[in-house]
């Protein structure tokens, strides 16, 4: 294996929280938050304030992994593709994406949880070792 550990991202939201936000700006909270597959997908799963928290520590914990955090990257440019019954995967665009390329990114992996009252995420990111450029893993499609 020519990988690295090069950061790891814990994250732990408040449901009651994302629940109020949501119902006060629903369209721009959405907006800020979510590409436009992510928004798809939660209206067709009808999906619940348990959920959009933790998707949202779901982002906050990819970028904190990555070792940017909130202002080089958006939120939105971390896609979270949580299928029910699967592992949870991300896809990187834009600036996220390219501090990914930057730093050899080769793999994320992901794990998300809520239980009322909170939500939380928690990001691995592996890179590739000095000198070994690595494809990215396909199962991350970044």
């Known amino acids: 294996m020519h990988a690295m550990n090069t950061g790891i991202g814990i994250d732990l939201v408040s449901i009651s929280r994302v629940e109020r936000i949501y119902s006060r700006y629903p369209r721009r909270f959405l907006d800020r938050i979510f590409n436009d597959a992510e928004k798809e997908d939660f209206r067709r799963r009808q999906g619940s ?80 070792l000095p000198g070994k450029i690595e494809q990215p893993s396909r199962k991350n499609n970044f």
């Open 49 to 128: 304030s348990a959920s959009l928290a933790a998707r949202f520590a779901a982002k906050e914990a990819v970028l904190k992994a990555l070792g940017c955090g909130i202002g080089p990257a958006a939120l939105h440019e971390v896609e979270i593709i949580a299928p029910r019954g699967y592992q949870p995967r991300v896809r990187l665009h834009g600036a996220a994406l390219e501090t990914a390329k930057q730093r050899n990114i080769t793999d994320i992996a992901l794990s998300m949880s809520h239980e009322p009252p909170f939500a939380c995420a928690a990001a691995f990111v592996s890179a590739a």
